[in-house]
């Protein structure tokens, strides 16, 4: 443990959080504080770590679980990330991690889904000594970040299979889902499938992001090859390439369904993309 903020959170709850410096994670431990429990961040460079005050931030890596032991002393709530270490390999610690949670007394697991099966998730959905819950959130709000700088420098959105629909969800409803299955009872052994409250084409995202930033953008349609070489410009290997290409082309119907476990579980309504822009409009903005 190589960096401790003050805590002054007292409820008998303490949650660990890894990939807590990640998207999902931050939200995770945002929404714990908020919701007045104890949180440990765990990241694998303390010293440059980040976090809110009443965060107790501690060193470890996923992929070497024995050195975790510390780090889940007093631990009643665990959220996992399915990959680690520097290249963000699928972990193949899982049951490593698990034993040291149960050994530590925690009661509660959530995993943010890897978008497929992945070891460590498989070994979550085994375990019968841990009230598991995995979250399966949609494409991110976030996601709509890597645009922000055509928009700056050319009020444009460049991209294909622009009629694609999406239930895009805010991070923080993740964060928020998450928090709820970790400190309460009655989300065991559950997998929530997490979307905003509206399934959006690109067109109609674009024009949001340019309601929240108070001026025209451009939608302009790229051609599959287009897109091809863009990606490979990139530095996009052919795999992430063909997952692109299907994921955008053939949007799996999860991929645009709304769902309501965002208010089922939070008790309040998903977070509209309008909302999430109004938010970060400065990002889209010279």
Same mark, same amino acid.
């Given at each position: 443990?190589?960096?401790t903020?003050t805590?002054t959170?007292?409820?008998?709850?303490?949650?660990?959080v890894?990939?807590?410096s990640?998207?999902?994670?931050?939200?995770v431990?945002?929404?714990?504080?908020?919701?007045?429990?104890?949180?440990r961040?765990?990241? @694998?460079?303390? =010293?440059k770590?980040?976090?809110? %005050?009443?965060?107790? !931030?501690?060193?470890g890596? $996923? +992929? *070497?679980?024995d050195?975790?032991?510390?780090?889940l002393e007093?631990?009643?709530?665990l959220?996992?990330?399915a990959?680690?270490g520097e290249y963000?390999a699928?972990l193949?610690?899982?049951?490593r991690?698990?034993e040291?949670?149960?050994?530590?007394?925690?009661?509660?697991?959530t995993?943010?889904?890897?978008?497929?099966?992945t070891p460590?998730e498989?070994a979550?959905?085994?375990?019968?000594g841990l009230d598991?819950?995995?979250?399966?959130?949609?494409?991110?709000?976030?996601?709509?970040l890597?645009?922000?700088?055509?928009?700056?420098?050319?009020?444009?959105?460049?991209?294909?299979?622009?009629? @694609?629909?999406s =239930?895009m969800?805010h991070?923080? %409803?993740i964060?928020? !889902?998450?928090?709820?299955? $970790? +400190? *309460?009872?009655g989300?065991g052994?559950r997998?929530y499938?997490i979307?905003?409250?509206?399934?959006?084409?690109?067109?109609?995202?674009?024009?949001?992001?340019?309601?929240a930033r108070?001026?025209?953008?451009?939608?302009v349609?790229l051609t599959?090859?287009?897109?091809?070489?863009?990606?490979?410009?990139?530095?996009h290997?052919?795999?992430?390439?063909?997952f692109l290409?299907?994921?955008?082309?053939?949007?799996?119907e999860?991929?645009?369904?709304?769902v309501?476990t965002?208010?089922?579980?939070?008790?309040?309504?998903?977070?509209?993309?309008?909302?999430?822009a109004?938010?970060?409009?400065?990002?889209?903005?010279?």
């Open positions: 443990m190589t960096q903020q805590d959170r007292a409820d008998g709850q303490s949650i660990l890894t990939g807590a990640g998207t999902v994670g931050r939200q431990v945002a929404e714990l504080l908020h919701r007045g429990h104890r949180v961040a765990l990241t @694998r460079d303390a =010293a770590a980040r976090f809110p %005050d009443g965060v107790e !931030v501690v060193q890596d $996923l +992929t *070497e679980p050195g975790l032991a510390p780090a007093g631990v009643t709530g959220h996992l990330i990959f680690g963000f699928p193949e610690t899982g049951p991690i698990l040291l949670a149960r050994a530590a007394g925690v009661r509660r697991v995993v943010l889904h890897g978008g497929g099966p460590l498989d979550v959905r085994a375990d019968d598991w819950t995995v979250l399966m959130p949609v494409e991110f709000m976030s996601n709509a890597e645009w922000a700088a055509g928009i700056v420098e050319r009020d444009e959105v460049r991209e294909p299979f622009v009629n @694609r629909l =239930a969800v991070e923080g %409803d964060g928020a !889902v998450a928090a709820v299955a $970790l +400190t *309460e009872e989300h052994s997998e499938v979307t905003g409250p509206q399934a959006l084409t690109l067109a109609e995202k674009t024009a949001t992001i340019a309601g108070g001026r025209a953008v451009a939608l349609e599959e090859d287009e897109a091809v070489a863009r990606w490979r410009a990139a530095g290997d052919d795999g992430l390439i063909g290409l299907e994921v955008y082309g053939n949007t799996p999860a991929g645009y369904t709304v309501d965002v208010e089922k579980v939070t008790g309040r309504p998903a977070r509209s993309f309008a909302e999430w109004g938010q970060h409009a400065h990002a889209f903005t010279a």
